[in-house]
């Protein structure tokens, strides 16, 4: 049998016996002719019943924030922008990384709380190591109770042509981390999730470490304990910008669904990039009642059966398939499970170098708890398309911003096409559309 071939690669890895049972829920479905498509006759947008908006939070009394712990998912290498470790070891605001400003965000709400909130990160095998490393800088941030990382584990990739496991002599190319849905079962297998609870924490708050929007909320928190949710996700108003992400849907029977890019059919694109229809993104800030995690994984064999998506890849001429599942997934497997609309300042991603310009320049400041924050006076993030062909890689990128960011708190809008190196002094008023002739460039200017 295939799947017994997968297995045995598995077990001859030494991974966990969780790891091998939900690879054989996956596989078996892709054997069945899954897709992984969720179709539009399966979905409908969500009822009102199952929202609640940011603003319309009335707590009734204190939040308790002795009982949260906060997970980050710090598993990424930044390959797309050329990055070859951590994405969260790039430098983003000043002389800080990412690394810097989460661990200074939580040592500032443990010291302002005096509450021991712990930190954990869910690292994959590419990351943990440098990471792990560099935090070592904040000997404060470990505590006794809980680790301060726990791993990701890996599925081995699945040739397109014979479904058969993809071979090489380099064995690790063979496998790829599982999606970020794999977080539940990580937490189990590493029996992080019982330490978590006898330390006596009741709700996890998980968010990507590339969104230094996603910091601890009191309100929010607060509202999640007060209604005894199981879990609840904070989605954003879709935008134009928006439109070929995610967005989040319901079953016909009204429990609240994701569906990501992948999932969408070919023949429904339209539909699925309507945002008047369905109107809000998932921003994978997402809370989470430790109890009902636990009770769940325990009647599912300790991992959660969320949504398949199967990521087609090309390995060195190959073609394989990555079988993976988001973590938002999670919504569709709780019963009474919320989203909460919230403001586009909780969502602040650093995907491509245009985000990590908007973030490097003026239109953001770190606050004095460092939580990133926009400027004074600048009401949206400015909107920033480089030519990929000179900014998609960092050090590319570096080399045409590294004397000076311009200044963008007065920008709406920047797109600048050509080889165009930025100089000292130089403002961007408005919205701006730059194209240079050849390679150039400015300086003590302003560029309206």
């Not at 699925?272 to 998932?282: A, G, H, L, P, V």
């Not at 006076?377 to 911003?401: H, M, N, S």
Request: hydrophobic share 40%; glycine share 6%.
């Amino acid at each position: 049998m295939k799947l017994e071939k997968f297995q045995k690669k598995i077990d001859s890895a030494g991974l966990d016996p969780i790891v091998k049972a939900a690879f054989s829920y996956y596989y078996q479905q892709v054997l069945q002719g899954s897709t992984g498509k969720l179709a539009e006759d399966k979905i409908r947008p969500p009822q009102a019943k199952n929202m609640v908006s940011y603003d319309d939070i009335k707590l009734k009394k204190p939040v308790d924030l002795h009982k949260l712990a906060v997970i980050k998912l710090n598993g990424g290498l930044g390959t797309s922008m050329g990055l070859d470790k951590a994405k969260t070891l790039l430098n983003v605001k000043g002389e800080y990384n990412f690394l810097d400003i989460i661990a200074r965000q939580v040592l500032d709400l443990r010291k302002k709380s005096n509450c021991k909130i712990p930190l954990l990160f869910m690292h994959s095998f590419n990351t943990q190591a440098d990471c792990l490393s560099y935090l070592e800088r904040y000997p404060q941030l470990p505590l006794d109770e809980v680790p301060l990382d726990f791993l990701q584990n890996k599925f081995p990739k699945i040739r397109q042509d014979n479904l058969l496991p993809y071979e090489q002599s380099d064995d690790q190319k063979t496998w790829n981390p599982p999606g970020h849905g794999e977080i539940y079962m990580a937490l189990a297998i590493t029996k992080t999730l019982d330490k978590l609870l006898a330390a006596g924490i009741e709700y996890i708050f998980i968010s990507n470490s590339d969104n230094l929007g996603s910091v601890v909320d009191e309100k929010i928190l607060g509202y999640f304990a007060q209604e005894q949710l199981p879990f609840m996700m904070e989605v954003c108003k879709r935008t134009e910008m928006d439109k070929k992400g995610g967005h989040l849907a319901e079953t016909k029977d009204g429990q609240l669904i994701l569906r990501e890019t992948a999932q969408c059919p070919e023949s429904e694109k339209a539909l699925f990039e309507d945002i008047k229809r369905y109107k809000y993104f998932n921003t994978n800030n997402l809370w989470v009642n430790l109890p009902a995690l636990q009770a769940k994984l325990a009647a599912n064999g300790n991992f959660l059966p969320l949504s398949l998506i199967i990521n087609p890849k090309t390995v060195e001429g190959t073609e394989v398939y990555q079988l993976e599942s988001a973590m938002g997934a999670a919504i569709s497997i709780f019963s009474g499970s919320k989203a909460m609309v919230v403001q586009r300042d909780r969502f602040a991603p650093v995907k491509k170098t245009n985000d990590l310009l908007a973030i490097r320049s003026d239109a953001y400041e770190l606050a004095d708890d460092y939580h990133l924050k926009l400027a004074p006076g600048v009401d949206d993030a400015p909107l920033i398309k480089l030519d990929e062909r000179y900014y998609k890689q960092v050090d590319d990128f570096e080399k045409r911003l590294g004397e000076a960011v311009p200044s963008l708190k007065n920008c709406t809008r920047l797109e600048v096409e050509g080889d165009l190196y930025f100089g000292k002094n130089v403002e961007v008023v408005g919205s701006v559309k730059y194209q240079a002739q050849q390679t150039e460039k400015i300086a003590d200017c302003v560029l309206k």
